[in-house]
């Protein structure tokens, strides 16, 4: 049997890894490489999976997964628009930002959250909301926190006045909670996302 010879570039094979990661919102594995490639031999896959980490195209995380480098989902920043009448001096391309980079500057001790509840709708946190949560990150009065409290898991303002700390909501519905037993800060709240349209 007779197989045609395909000649592939680096920029080829990286192009059919970004499309896969940018339909799947994940790496593929070896075996999917080995498929949007159309290669049969995982000897093939490594050389190319090489390639790319030479590159500084891919990455490997802690526990060996591979990770894009660029971020296949960066957008064209157009420039600024104010809330009234639009510019054309704003129209002017500015450049290109990835969201990733934009909303999580720690991403190794970050994670996602989805909103239930109205209870920070005052502060522009509504349900159904993604927010994104920095562990280990120490908070500051005024901070919007992920913590558990007497067992409970809540999103609240950070009030603290000598020892006393106090989780305020940002609806006038909920009253401030005093931590009777336990209080246990699991993050920061640092950016929410919200989706207009599916």
């Not at 490594?46 to 660029?70: E, M, T, Y």
Request: net charge positive; proline share 5%; charged share 25%.
């Amino acid at each position: 049997m007779y197989f045609m010879k395909v000649k592939r570039t680096l920029q080829d094979v990286e192009k059919k890894i970004t499309a896969f990661f940018r339909e799947n919102r994940r790496m593929p594995t070896y075996s999917e490489i080995a498929e949007i490639i159309g290669v049969r031999s995982k000897s093939v896959v490594h050389f190319w999976v090489n390639k790319l980490l030479s590159a500084g195209i891919l990455q490997k995380d802690a526990k060996g997964f591979l990770l894009p480098v660029r971020n296949s989902l960066a957008l064209t920043l157009a420039g600024e628009v104010c809330a009234g009448f639009p510019s054309p001096a704003e129209e002017e391309l500015r450049g290109i930002i990835s969201f990733d980079e934009y909303l999580v500057r720690h991403p190794e001790t970050s994670f996602l959250l989805s909103v239930t509840g109205d209870s920070m709708i005052d502060a522009g946190i509504r349900e159904k909301d993604l927010v994104i949560v920095e562990k280990n990150k120490e908070p500051k009065n005024g901070d919007i926190i992920l913590a558990e409290v007497d067992g409970n898991w809540t999103m609240k303002y950070f009030c603290k006045k000598g020892k006393t700390v106090t989780l305020e909501a940002a609806n006038p519905k909920y009253p401030p909670i005093i931590p009777q037993t336990n209080l246990r800060i699991a993050g920061v709240i640092t950016a929410v996302v919200r989706k207009y349209h599916k």
